[in-house]
């Protein structure tokens, strides 16, 4: 079998239980495929010997009998993970040299189902950012590229180095996290499927934390099968988070029976933004149609807080990374600035955060060390959580009326290039405004590619679920696969 | 709301961030253009609805407030840009 790194998840574990493959086999043409793609800057820290050796450990598992899906499949883990004796540094200066003495518990669950990891994928520095240029690494950039144009293009963030391996078929699948939309904007910008879980499905114990009441695991795949596949050896209760949901998970996989007849998706509204792009009014426009001739009933419903979602993250999600942030000082791990004479404590505190942190963690901290300052904690934070249960309200509400799912665009246009965007923070936080909500909802998502731009970019849409039942949402996101047929890969230039 | 360049010098003590004095009108800028964005938020009606505070309803879980994983020192120091007789280091606090 050629380009073994090029399988599904699905592929390779049929292959490995018939015994025409090995773990070996495809951790090596993986490893290869990784050293070849270094311009991609994908993956912050490899990990061939460890991967060589959980590879040959699964060839053994299967060859015994104990073959879970997972077991075998070469994977790439989002630099967030804590990952035991493995650099895992949140794309950060401030992580220079931390090798965590344990393991996360998504990370963890996926080892010990047998699962190879490659290495440590790149991303924006504490998952802050739209773009991926935030990293202490440097940029990673997408596979694909627009027209004939050979500008590298961004492969979004946070999880950027996570879509970029798995569109560039580096990795079967990888490892994402999600705040405010960083799995499922970076998996539209690449052509992958993305899923965000129900906050509280994925533990986040061992993950660098970022807003702890946004954040959330998630698997970055080829396809909605695998997605459900991964999706389900990374779920389920963890005592050693306190938000973790005491919930069985299900089998998503057989739960794809592709049939939505007599399902009800909603369309919002408050989504057809002014100025949206006509290609992505048309994406969108299409996917419902799709949705329809499977048998759905399209229903258009109104979700009226939608526009302050972004507002509110931008209160929220700094409020909580300032606090969760506070524990880089020097002190315990990672970087500490050179002191000069005299400097006492508080000054090895201010030169370890100035030095360690990028200026986009920086400007959040300090925002978030505004909005939670005495006289304003109410002014804004107060405000911006009751803003959130609105918006929580209001997909209640919806759900409430029958409604299954909620189809929109993931993103407001295709992959944009490296260096456009950087300089307007605002009109970068823009690129999260389909995202968001979910976040903030604590909701479902995911994103499926459906379609291409005119410069052949992959273009992405999201459907929303209600709380729990991904398995129906994947089964939906099935069913938008099958009809969409998206199967375009990027011209290999790198 | 306008953020002055005392102001963001003050958050940027706060927050433990050393920022140079010639960087902080460009700062107090990038402050009032971030917070210029989230003022949208005063155009919501919120009368009577409380800050979220969970978004799912479950309580969150408590447990005997015991030791249930310990006694690993070295592990917990092993990180430690400067560590000594198992104890974390830093400059002196208190004169």
């Known amino acids: ?494 | 709301m306008s953020i002055d360049t005392a102001t963001a010098a003050k958050v940027a003590k706060l927050a433990r961030i050393k920022v140079e004095e010639a960087e902080l009108p460009a700062l107090a800028q990038e402050f009032n253009a971030i917070l210029g964005f989230i003022e949208q938020l005063e155009e919501v009606d919120f009368e009577g609805v409380e800050p979220m505070v969970s978004v799912t309803p479950q309580r969150l879980k408590r447990r005997e407030d015991v030791v249930t994983d310990g006694d690993q020192p070295a592990k917990v120091l092993s990180n430690a840009p400067d560590a000594r007789e198992g104890f974390f280091s830093v400059p002196k606090v208190v004169e």
């Open chain 1, 1 to 494: 079998m050629s380009d073994l790194n090029k399988l599904t998840i699905a592929e390779a574990r049929d292959a490995l239980r018939k015994g025409d493959v090995t773990s070996v086999e495809l951790t090596e043409a993986c490893l290869t495929a990784i050293d070849a793609a270094d311009a991609l800057g994908a993956f912050a820290h490899k990990t061939p010997e460890l991967a060589m050796d959980r590879a040959k450990a699964a060839d053994a598992r299967i060859k015994a009998g104990d073959a879970p899906d997972m077991c075998g499949i070469p994977v790439g883990i989002k630099d967030l993970f804590c990952t035991e004796g493995v650099a895992s540094q949140a794309a950060s200066r401030i992580l220079e040299g931390f090798k965590p003495e344990y393991e996360s518990t998504v990370s963890g669950k996926l080892r010990d189902a047998g699962s190879v990891m490659l290495g440590k994928l790149n991303m924006d520095e504490f998952a802050m950012g739209s773009s991926n240029e935030t990293s202490v690494y440097g940029n990673a950039i997408n596979p694909w590229r627009s027209g004939n144009s050979d500008a590298a293009l961004t492969p979004g963030g946070s999880s950027g180095g996570s879509a970029s391996a798995v569109a560039a078929d580096l990795c079967l699948a990888a490892t994402g996290t999600d705040t405010g939309g960083s799995i499922r904007q970076p998996a539209a910008f690449t052509g992958t499927v993305g899923l965000k879980p129900t906050y509280g499905r994925c533990s986040r114990w061992g993950i660098v934390a970022f807003a702890s009441s946004l954040d959330q695991a998630g698997p970055m795949t080829k396809t909605v099968r695998d997605t459900a596949i991964m999706g389900a050896a990374m779920m389920g209760h963890d005592p050693k988070d306190s938000t973790s949901a005491d919930l069985p998970v299900p089998d998503f996989e057989a739960m794809l029976t592709g049939d939505i007849k007599g399902n009800v998706i909603g369309i919002p509204k408050e989504y057809r933004m002014d100025g949206m792009p006509d290609e992505i009014e048309k994406l969108w426009a299409e996917g419902t149609a799709m949705l329809k001739d499977a048998g759905a009933e399209i229903r258009d419903i109104s979700l009226p807080h939608t526009k302050y979602a972004l507002p509110a993250y931008y209160v929220i999600a700094p409020a909580e990374a300032s606090s969760n942030l506070a524990r880089y000082d020097g002190v315990r791990f990672g970087y500490r600035a050179e002191m000069a004479p005299g400097d006492g404590i508080t000054e090895m505190y201010e030169k370890t955060r100035a030095e360690g942190f990028g200026a986009e963690v920086k400007r959040r901290v300090m925002i978030g060390t505004y909005v939670l300052s005495a006289g304003f904690y109410d002014a804004y934070y107060n405000r911006a959580r009751r803003v959130r249960a609105l918006i929580k309200q209001d997909f209640d509400d919806v759900f409430a009326q029958g409604v299954d799912a909620i189809l929109t665009p993931a993103t407001p246009s295709a992959a944009f290039e490296l260096g456009k965007e950087v300089s307007d923070p605002v009109e970068m936080y823009l690129n999260d405004v389909f995202t968001v909500t979910v976040n903030l909802a604590g909701l479902p998502g995911v994103a499926v590619p459906t379609g291409m731009d005119r410069n052949g970019l992959p273009l992405g849409l999201q459907l929303i679920g209600r709380p729990w039942e991904e398995g129906e949402l994947l089964n939906t996101a099935y069913a938008l696969e099958s009809a969409a047929g998206f199967v375009e890969k990027p011209a290999r230039w790198w």
